[in-house]
């Protein structure tokens, strides 16, 4: 197996107008399944090309393990890319399907290259439609086949492109817990392409957010849901996204204090707070995750804010709560935390679950 490095890696576009990956620095561990999430757009399949081969560089290299492999041809590396459109051959049977690639790459004779087919094939429960072709299979068995295959090569690195995407909510769920598990039986290093910031969240030991052909943030979910280093990380890992909110910061000695007169915004800083952050008078803005909010339904006076209930959602176990905050302000609640519309209702957070972000760069202080 093999640990991935991308040292600079940059690709651009008609004739340097677009840039969409700007050079790009990450490195995958052997055996590690590291998912790269962005918006549309962001670069995504291009980074993955290059790794694959497909595409080449405008500049920077590719490393498996130590050696370089920028400039060597795409059937020459030990890749296996899933596509979200599976990619099959339409006029092949399953088993013709599967046994393609075993012929393009490897040594193998025919009879042993049947019996890998076979042995996948059952690995991924689709033995009974090995005779079948793609138009005959659902969504989810032709993504199983496209697995199938592209283990059946015994990759060293595994190429995820969205392949979930054109599945429904639950076969997604499950095609996540299967991917991963494939990975770890069979220990090969993935990386993992993906728009969606749940399945980043769910499926990588790490996770890579780009944005516009940039890496932003690598690290593990939790710590990146935890400690995102700017405000794009923030808004876009979790769901539903963090709140923002314009405020002025006005340090002294003992603290500082956070406003937003519109929103009647009024919070308190410890110089402990103050001390572990890079603080000046003026302009933040804050962010709090709606699971951080706490909703008080007889206003007290202790409160950071008030505000009116627009919207309650009712989801199962919580309750998604609009307020007027702002235009697009969402609070959590436990189930029996459950105001009306109309109601006003104290907010509070404590400091430990503020982030407060530079507005100029975007960056965490
Ligand atoms: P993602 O997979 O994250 O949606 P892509 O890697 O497909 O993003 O694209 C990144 C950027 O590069 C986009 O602006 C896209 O329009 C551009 N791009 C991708 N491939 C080409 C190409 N062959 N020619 C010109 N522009 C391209
Ligand atoms: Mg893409």
Do not use: W
């Not at 002025?248 to 007169?261: K, L």
Request: proline share 4%; with cysteine; glycine share 8%.
């Amino acid at each position: 197996m093999a640990r991935v490095t991308l040292d600079t890696l940059r690709k651009e576009f008609d004739r340097g107008t677009i840039v969409a990956v700007d050079d790009l620095d990450l490195e995958i561990d052997d055996g590690e399944f590291v998912t790269v999430v962005g918006p549309s757009g962001c670069g995504k399949t291009t980074t993955l090309r290059m790794v694959a081969g497909l595409e080449e560089p405008t500049s920077g290299t590719v490393h498996f393990d130590d050696e370089d492999v920028t400039d060597i041809h795409a059937k020459e590396r030990p890749v296996a890319m899933v596509f979200q459109n599976y990619a099959l051959y339409p006029h092949k049977t399953v088993r013709e399907n599967m046994a393609f690639g075993l012929k393009m790459s490897t040594e193998m004779t025919t009879e042993e290259r049947h019996e890998r087919v076979r042995e996948m094939a059952e690995m991924m429960g689709i033995e009974d439609l090995l005779d079948d072709k793609p138009d005959e299979l659902s969504g989810g068995q032709k993504q199983r086949v496209a697995l199938g295959r592209a283990i059946a090569r015994e990759p060293e690195v595994f190429l995820f492109d969205e392949p979930l995407s054109n599945l429904d909510a639950k076969l997604r769920t499950e095609m996540r817990a299967e991917i991963q598990k494939l990975q770890k039986e069979f220990g090969v290093t993935a990386m993992y392409v993906t728009h969606d910031q749940e399945e980043a969240m769910t499926m990588g030991d790490r996770l890579a957010i780009l944005n516009d052909g940039e890496l932003q943030q690598v690290g593990e979910p939790t710590e990146v849901y935890q400690n995102p280093v700017n405000e794009f990380v923030a808004g876009f890992i979790g769901s539903p996204s963090m709140n923002f909110v314009d405020v002025d910061v006005e340090t002294d000695g003992a603290g500082a204090t956070i406003r937003n007169e519109e929103a009647g915004l009024d919070l308190d800083l410890s110089a402990e707070y103050v001390r572990g952050h890079d603080l000046r008078n003026g302009r933040y803005t804050l962010g709090i995750r709606p699971e951080n909010i706490v909703l008080d339904e007889s206003p007290s006076g202790d409160e950071n804010l008030r505000s009116t209930v627009e919207v309650v959602e009712p989801i199962g176990s919580d309750n998604y709560v609009h307020l007027t905050v702002t235009e697009d302000f969402l609070a959590r609640s436990p189930a029996d935390v459950k105001p009306e519309a109309g109601d006003e209702v104290g907010v509070s957070f404590a400091e430990e679950h503020i982030h407060l972000f530079d507005p100029e760069t975007g960056e965490d202080v």
